[in-house]
């Protein structure tokens, strides 16, 4: 089956710079790699996602990158605020199966 | 527009005791439907996933089952729930496999 493995699992940056999270897969089946933001005692919320036809996509501050041959894709935030800290998790999926998620990264702004 | 409930939204039960939970999705029909879990601090585990009414996939072994008696219901059940079911219960929906849409989820502690 599928394994995502997620780093940082703790990221620390100032406000206004930018982050960056990791994540590598190990099945080249997956086509599909959502990342999620969760908030402390709430649900995970779809942030951005990709598909395997696709090598960026970006959405404001936000975007994401994949490289199918290395099998790895991450997570950019620009600009960051303090409302961005939170937990994120990415994820991968191929087909009507269930996600496998990463472990999360805590990612905090500092002021 | 979907959306999706559970119920209920937090569950302290003693050890051996059954339990079930229930999520509903509406505004949507043949979605796909799962269960995950979140340990306390940590990521999220699929548990079981449908892709149609009385078809259940279950993810890992464990003393939980899952039922779907109509389309769009999904239910979480235990006959003698374990310390180690305590967590975070989230239910998904998707389609075609896509984007999954998480629910509120509902938190349960096994005392």
């Known amino acids: 089956g599928e394994n995502v493995e997620q780093h940082p699992s703790t990221l620390s940056v100032q406000e206004g710079d930018s982050a960056v999270i990791k994540c590598t897969y190990s099945?080249?089946?997956?086509?599909?790699f959502p990342w999620y933001k969760q908030e402390l005692g709430k649900r995970p919320q779809l942030i951005i996602d990709i598909r395997s036809n696709v090598g960026e996509k970006k959405d404001q501050r936000i975007a994401v990158t994949l490289n199918k041959t290395a099998k790895h894709f991450s997570l950019h935030i620009t600009e960051t605020q303090p409302e961005d800290s939170a937990v994120y998790f990415c994820a991968a999926i191929e087909s009507s199966d269930g996600l496998t998620f990463g472990k999360g990264t805590h990612l905090i702004i500092q002021p | 527009s979907q959306t999706i409930h559970q119920w209920p939204a937090t569950l302290v039960q003693p050890v051996g005791s059954p339990l079930s939970l229930e999520c509903t999705v509406e505004?949507?029909?043949?979605?796909?439907l799962y269960w995950y879990r979140q340990a306390a601090g940590r990521g999220l585990q699929l548990l079981f996933y449908?892709?149609?009414?009385?078809?259940i996939s279950s993810e890992v072994p464990q003393n939980l089952s899952a039922s779907r008696p109509q389309d769009r219901q999904f239910i979480l059940s235990s006959k003698k729930l374990l310390l180690s079911d305590s967590g975070f219960y989230l239910c998904?929906?998707?389609?075609?496999?896509?984007?999954?849409?998480f629910g509120p989820g509902t938190r349960l502690t096994v005392t």
């Open positions: 505004g949507t029909s043949n979605p796909n």
């Open positions: 449908s892709v149609g009414i009385g078809q």
């Open positions: 099945d080249s089946a997956s086509n599909y």
């Open positions: 998904a929906w998707s389609v075609l496999g896509s984007e999954q849409y």
